[in-house]
């Protein structure tokens, strides 16, 4: 049976597409972690590596919520300046 490393060798296209799938969806989660200031999920997004899955549960469930949340608040904040 032929191990995982050996697969990968003969394949580098399968790291290349998962690599080009990944990074625009970590980018996009992490700065929008950071722009909502949700610390802990930044550190979870950095960390943990999901293949973009938990990446794409961010932005389309928390951030979408937070960022409906952020936008009132900074209205509200830049109203009393």
Do not use: C
């Not at 996009?28 to 999901?50: E, G």
């Amino acid at each position: 049976m032929p191990s995982l490393e050996l697969f990968f060798e003969q394949n580098l296209w399968v790291l290349v597409v998962a690599m080009l799938w990944v990074l625009p969806w970590k980018g996009y989660a992490l700065w929008s972690a950071a722009q909502l200031r949700h610390k802990w999920w930044f550190i979870i997004l950095l960390v943990v590596n999901t293949l973009a899955i938990l990446d794409i549960i961010y932005i389309f469930a928390i951030a979408k919520k937070g960022s409906a949340l952020f936008g009132k608040k900074d209205r509200v904040s830049s109203q009393n300046e």
